[in-house]
């Protein structure tokens, strides 16, 4: 073979002799074995925020969900050849910093970003579909060592498209493309203000303890507006540990040292006369692996179980956390399986340990996330597993309306006060109980209070009027209808 190969490095001629006549013979060129790779890798991004907006007597609730896709492609040639003298080395481009979808409202500024490697380094081309973008100053391109940015200046509705960008050198071509999504402004509302709306949301982070945890959301909207940040449903206050900032309308929450009880579920809230908007994310803290002590002899136990894990029932789309409680000398290491399949760690899957107690966290919990999970710990004495069942309820019907009490006729002498009740029940929280007579809304004064208290709504007249006789109306509003009940007021004369 090497002798072979070896006659390939010779002249493409050689020369033989026959009867003392030279004849020259040519040998074929030695065509190039050729391969190729492709691949191609595509990454889905979902943002999903929650909106309220109020234009007049009504609140508009709207639950939004945006999904991006990113892809990038990998197509490389290898060119056998045999060939004279040193070859140059080449590395096939890759990025190291991949182009990220970009959402914007028209006429703002949109930007898109890549770093890039290879031996030599690549040319780069960006695109808008299948076109070449050159240039201009409305469309500007900078590329400069392993960076390339472009830069769209002023952008519409119609610019909404697939931008790519693909780095090409003789080692091979690389790929990846995002999405541009422009949004129209939504119309002003009620006095010319627009309700709160996320550009982008916060993403849920997974961090070593003591390592910075950051949220970011961009957020437009009618100023003044209030941002804030609940941690678990209750209110962040600024602090040694939590750091607030605020810059071109980008809002970030910094965590400063976080450790383990600064899991949770982490939100984003902005709010102005208009309406409001929020968002929310996880935050896991991994807690450090301590490395085993050093075992004395007769000190080693195998795995046991002081705490088991409990089955559970829950709604669909609710968090859920397994948590048990095993010692063991040297300390068990776990796993954990749903069914005989592996749960591996991802956005939605998320394990830790601290101490003795291990933990599996399911962020969003669906039908198909029912099943037997269990947790496995072992050390080199033995091993042992607890199990529990998980069972996901469908949500109920949440498009229902909200129901209520018919309300009942009353009567009183004049100058007596009055009362109207009735009791709210519902799937999904109320978010405005409204009072009205003959049709007309009653604005909340001393003489006509309106109470709303859990699942109690009330209307007290503090003195009443023959004028005041007629039919009361109450309207029970939520995000998905309304209700009302209506009864009579008679007021009777003194004489």
Request: hydrophobic share 30%.
């Amino acid at each position: 073979m090497a002798k072979s190969y070896e006659e390939n490095l010779e002249e493409q001629t050689s020369t033989t002799t026959t009867a003392g006549t030279n004849k020259v013979v040519k040998k074929p060129p030695i065509e190039p074995a050729e391969s190729s790779v492709h691949g191609r890798e595509v990454i889905m991004n979902k943002q999903q925020q929650t909106q309220k907006e109020v234009v007049g007597d009504l609140e508009i609730t709207r639950k939004i969900t945006a999904t991006e896709t990113t892809e990038m492609e990998h197509k490389g040639t290898v060119q056998e050849r045999v060939v004279k003298g040193p070859v140059q080395p080449s590395k096939p481009p890759v990025f190291t910093k991949k182009i990220q979808p970009c959402r914007v409202f028209e006429n703002e500024q949109a930007k898109f970003e890549v770093e890039f490697d290879g031996e030599p380094m690549p040319t780069v081309k960006w695109y808008r579909e299948n076109f070449p973008i050159k240039s201009s100053p409305d469309l500007q391109i900078h590329t400069f060592s392993g960076k390339s940015i472009l830069i769209i200046r002023q952008v519409f509705v119609e610019d909404s498209a697939v931008f790519s960008c693909i780095a090409e050198n003789r080692g091979g071509t690389a790929k990846c493309s995002a999405n541009l999504v422009v949004e129209e402004r939504r119309r002003a509302g009620k006095g010319g203000l627009t309700p709160p709306s996320f550009v982008n949301v916060i993403q849920s982070a997974n961090v070593a303890t003591g390592q910075l945890a950051r949220f970011d959301a961009k957020v437009t909207g009618s100023k003044p507006m209030d941002v804030y940040w609940l941690k678990n449903g209750q209110k962040i206050q600024p602090s040694i540990k939590f750091k607030m900032l605020e810059e071109d309308n980008v809002y970030t929450l910094l965590i400063i040292e976080p450790f383990a009880e600064d899991s949770g579920r982490y939100e984003c809230v902005a709010v102005n006369v208009a309406g409001e908007a929020r968002c929310d994310a996880d935050c896991v803290v991994q807690s450090p692996t301590k490395p085993d002590k050093p075992t004395t002899p007769g000190s080693e136990k195998p795995p046991h179980i002081i705490e088991k894990l409990k089955s559970q029932s829950v709604e669909e789309g609710s968090k859920v956390i397994f948590r048990c409680r095993i010692e063991g000398k040297p300390t068990p290491t776990a796993r954990w399986l749903r069914g005989e399949n592996i749960v591996k760690p991802s956005r939605y899957f998320q394990m830790t340990r601290q101490g003795e107690y291990y933990q599996l966290v399911i962020s969003e919990a669906f039908p198909e996330d029912e099943g037997t999970y269990k947790c496995v710990a072992e050390n080199k004495l033995g091993s042992i597993q607890t199990s529990a069942q998980l069972k996901v309820r469908p949500i109920e019907n949440l498009d229902a309306p909200p129901t209520i009490t018919a309300l009942k006729d009353v009567s009183v002498t004049e100058g007596m006060p009055a009362q109207f009740k009735t009791t709210v029940t519902g799937k999904v929280k109320a978010t405005s109980v409204q009072w009205f007579r003959e049709g007309a809304l009653i604005p909340e004064t001393p003489d006509f209070q309106m109470i709303f208290d859990g699942n109690s709504a009330v209307l007290l007249i503090g003195t009443t009027y023959e004028e005041d006789s007629g039919v009361f109306t109450v309207r029970v509003t939520s995000s998905t209808g309304q209700v009302e009940s209506s009864a009579k007021l008679t007021v009777k004369s003194k004489d």
